[in-house]
């Protein structure tokens, strides 16, 4: 099994730039969620789909951000135009489907995108 | 709305001892998840150990086992044998079973292992 999968690992961009990052779940998960790390604010969820749908992007800090989940092996993360403060880890999780109460419903968490912008 | 909480930023320990790593969340619900994620240099979060609110059997992974005091709404995480690929930064997340998939993690506890 190859995890989940983010690309690019590093990205340097320039303040005004649009950034795109990308993630493949694993094969089978149904639920997606993009996390963004820093010092400061620690893990934050900024958005989660359930079968390519968005359930909840609350945590989506502004308009310069958006989530696409165009089919279930694919989902992107965008930024335009990005800022310093944008600069970050960003991680891309996927868990597998409900299956009762007992369900862990375990986020299996990617390497990773650590994105500056100078 | 739920929050974790992880008082200690930094502990360590040497080679081969004990160590506690803290953690207490607030909630309402009477039913939810707890985990523990390891993150080491290499950046990738890795599931510890989880721990289901209604079981009252204390988790226990090899090396790793929690203290899960319900009432107390504490969830500590317990290495024994400490070993130098345990040093991390430790967080302790919360995820309800109603209605949402969300983790909500605390700030984190980096965890040093001295030889």
């Known amino acids: 099994d190859a995890g989940v999968i983010q690309s690019p690992r590093h990205e340097v961009t320039e303040m005004g730039q649009e950034v795109t990052l990308r993630c493949k779940p694993i094969?089978?998960?149904?639920?997606l969620f993009w996390y963004r790390q820093t010092m400061m604010r620690g893990l934050e969820l900024l958005i989660y789909f359930n079968n390519n749908v968005p359930i909840d992007d609350s945590g989506m800090p502004e308009d310069r951000f958006s989530a696409k989940m165009p089919n279930a092996s694919f989902s992107t993360l965008k930024i335009q135009p990005s800022e310093p403060r944008d600069s970050a880890v960003y991680f891309c999780?996927?868990?597998?489907?409900?299956?009762?109460?007992?369900?862990?419903?375990?986020?299996?968490f990617g390497p990773g995108t650590r994105l500056t912008v100078l | 709305a739920q929050t974790v909480t992880q008082s200690q930023p930094e502990m360590s320990v040497q080679e081969a001892e004990t160590v506690t790593l803290s953690c207490t969340y607030d909630t309402s619900e009477s039913d939810y998840y707890l985990f523990w994620y390891k993150q080491p240099p290499s950046r990738q979060m890795i599931l510890v150990i989880r721990?289901?609110?209604?079981?009252?059997q204390n988790a226990t992974e090899n090396r790793f086992s929690v203290n899960f005091q319900k009432a107390a709404k504490s969830f500590s995480l317990k290495i024994s044998d400490s070993q130098l690929g345990d040093a991390a930064m430790y967080f302790c997340a919360y995820r309800s079973v109603y209605n949402t998939d969300k983790l909500i993690f605390g700030t984190g506890t980096r965890l040093q292992v001295f030889p």
């Open positions: 094969s089978g998960h149904n639920s």
């Open positions: 999780a996927s868990s597998p489907p409900t299956s009762g109460k007992s369900s862990y419903n375990e986020q299996f």
């Open positions: 721990q289901e609110a209604y079981k009252q």
